[in-house]
Structure formats: C-alpha cells, structure tokens
C-alpha cells in the first residue's frame, strides 16, 4: 500500500501559540487529502478536505480561520492550529488518496497535540 | 453515505476466528462496504473492502449477505495484535472519497 507519513508524532505547546503539522504522501501523489480529529475514546471527526491547489472545504463546526489548511503541492499538506488553547488537545490524523490510489485513502499515522 | 451499525465490543480468543458483523441496511447500489481498523494511538489501516461478493486478502475475509444489508468481516487466527477498533464503512468507491467513521467495535484478543 502507499505511505502517508505526518510530522511530528506528538508536540507539545503552550496556549496561545499555533502549531504546524505536515502530511506527506511519500510514494504516490495526492490530489485529495484529508484531516480528522480524534479525542479519546472517540472516534474520528473528518475536519476537512483538501485539493492541491485549491482552498480546503471544511465540514460544519471547523472553524477555517483557526485550522489553516494548505495544500500546495501533491506530496505534501500541512494544518496550522493556531492561537492553540487546551481545548484543542487531540490526536490528529491525516489521510491521502489520488493518483495510482485514485480510489482509496491512506492513513498516517497520527499526530498528538497537547496544549498546556 | 450510508450509515453502519456496529456491536461497541467484542472479546476473541488468541488463535480462534474473529467475526464481526455489521449492519448497512440503507446502503445504495453503487456503496462498497469497507473495513479499517485502529490500533491504539495509531492512524486506520485499510483491510478490505467489497461490493457484493464474498472477498478475501491475506488480512481477513469479507462476507456480504446477498440483500447487502450486512456483513461479517472475519479474522481467521486472531493473534493479540489484532486488538483494535475495527471501523465498516460504506461509500462510493470512485474518487478519494471522504469517510464517515462511527464508533466501530473494540475488538480485543485475550491470550
């Protein structure tokens, strides 16, 4: 199968500052990716799709101005949490598809953000 | 997407055979049934999938009721690393399509 990999695995950052993870489709192009958010014991909530070269949709309740999203070239996504409060505490998961996964997605393997 | 419903856990002995079923009564013609699984603090893995023939992978077999309205995903040797939560999703396969995940069933494998 594809390799999707996310960076980091964990972080940690204090309220107020805003954090960057990146999602890297590492064998395969991906026209589509798209970011979850799990807290625990839950399952995951789809935050956003996004396309490459164009704005991300997001799903109802995400606030865009607060989960940035961009999608700037084919291997590569990235989700800005900014001005980050502890309520945003999660565990992060993007996924990609396109390409010769055309109709499929592939998971990385999580990103966990503690806000203190 | 048509929704799934799925029994919240389900305890397997090592070694024997893992069934989990699902229901998907609403699903539409052209909706493929398909099955992820979460390890703790990990991303999904994709296991298999199927429209409406019986599919087997060298991960699990896939078994799809002739009416589609359900389906069993079986482990045939579960092993204690197949502890998870196991995710049946239905959509259309065309296109990196976004998932909708409900809770899934928490399968765990005792020794």
């Known amino acids: 199968g594809a390799v999707v990999s996310q960076h980091p695995s964990w972080v940690i950052c204090k309220s107020g500052t805003s954090v960057k993870i990146e999602c890297r489709s590492l064998?395969?192009?991906?026209?589509?990716m798209f970011w979850y958010r799990q807290f625990p014991k839950q399952s995951l909530m789809l935050m956003a799709t996004?396309?490459?070269?164009?704005?991300?949709?997001?799903e109802q309740g995400v606030e865009k101005d607060k989960f940035l999203i961009n999608h700037a070239s084919l291997t590569l996504s990235t989700l800005t949490v900014t001005s980050a409060h502890p309520e945003d505490s999660s565990f992060y998961i993007c996924?990609?598809?396109?390409?010769?996964?055309?109709?499929?997605?592939?998971f990385g393997p999580g990103t966990r953000l503690t806000v203190t | 997407d048509a929704k799934t419903t799925q029994p919240p856990s389900m305890d397997c002995a090592e070694g024997r055979a893992a069934n989990l079923p699902c229901n998907h009564s609403?699903?539409?013609?052209?909706?493929?049934v398909y099955w992820y699984r979460q390890i703790h603090s990990q991303g999904p893995q994709y296991i298999i999938h199927?429209?409406?023939n019986n599919e087997t992978n060298e991960m699990a077999s896939l078994i799809i009721t002739e009416d589609r309205k359900s389906s069993t995903l079986i482990l045939p040797h579960a092993t204690l690393r197949d502890t998870a939560v196991y995710y049946c999703?239905?959509?259309?396969?065309?296109?990196?399509?976004?998932?909708?995940f409900g809770q899934g069933t928490r399968l765990t494998i005792n020794p």
């Open positions: 996924s990609a598809g396109g390409g010769r996964a055309a109709n499929e997605q592939y």
């Open positions: 064998d395969f192009q991906a026209t589509t």
């Open positions: 996004s396309n490459e070269g164009s704005k991300a949709t997001y």
């Open positions: 609403t699903i539409s013609g052209n909706e493929y």
């Open positions: 199927g429209l409406k």
């Open positions: 999703i239905v959509r259309v396969s065309q296109g990196a399509q976004k998932l909708v």
